[in-house]
Each structure stands twice: as structure tokens, then as C-alpha cells.
């Protein structure tokens, strides 16, 4: 960490942001350390809830989410309960190494009217 902490100064070009990416491939340690934090937020989970206006004019929820578990989990917790789900979609995105998926349940809470 002492020899990454030296690498570190004050970068004015590309060229000095390019030594310190070369530097971070070539450290395994600092490597493990990113793909640790990496996975972590990947499986974390991360679910987002937005209030909307359904077609027939009450609220909806639209939650976001990686794992359709965690979106189900969530839609319980912002419903208190039971809910309908009214649509869902999956957004999948990547490259040949990896890819990610995004998760959307759009639903109504059954004791809303």
C-alpha cells in the first residue's frame, strides 16, 4: 500500500492518470480490494423506489432492482403487505466479460385505492 500511497501526486495530463491505471492492473492486492468492493455493490442488491401515477389515476410504486427477490422485498416493505403487480421489465446491458441486468416492478399496493 506504501508503494501505491508514493504513486499517488498531483496529476495535470492524461499521461500521469494512465501511470496510475497501469499501476492498479499490475498490484494484485489493490486489484482484489476493487473487484471485493465490485462485487459487494453488485450483489448488494441496491433497490430503488419511485412514487408514480397509474393509469387509473392512483399511486403506483416503481422499484428498481438487480434480483427480482429484492424487488419483491421491497415492494412488501413500501406496500406494507400485499400488492398487485401491474408490469415488469428487465434491462440487460454489458460486454463480452460481463454483463449486468436492471430490474423494473412497477406495483399497487392492494390497500390503496
Partial sequence: MVAWMRQVQVFDSAG????????????????????????????????TVKPIVGPDGSTHQLIGCYYVESCYEKAREVCGGNYKIINTST??????????SSISLLVKCENQK
Avoid: R, Y
Fill in 16 to 47: 500521469d492518470w494512465m501511470q496510475v491505471f497501469k499501476f492498479i492492473q499490475e498490484d494484485m492486492v489493490l486489484k482484489k480490494i476493487l473487484m471485493l468492493v465490485t462485487l459487494v455493490l453488485t450483489f448488494s442488491g441496491c433497490q
Fill in 91 to 100: 434491462e440487460t446491458s454489458g460486454d463480452a466479460n460481463s454483463t449486468n
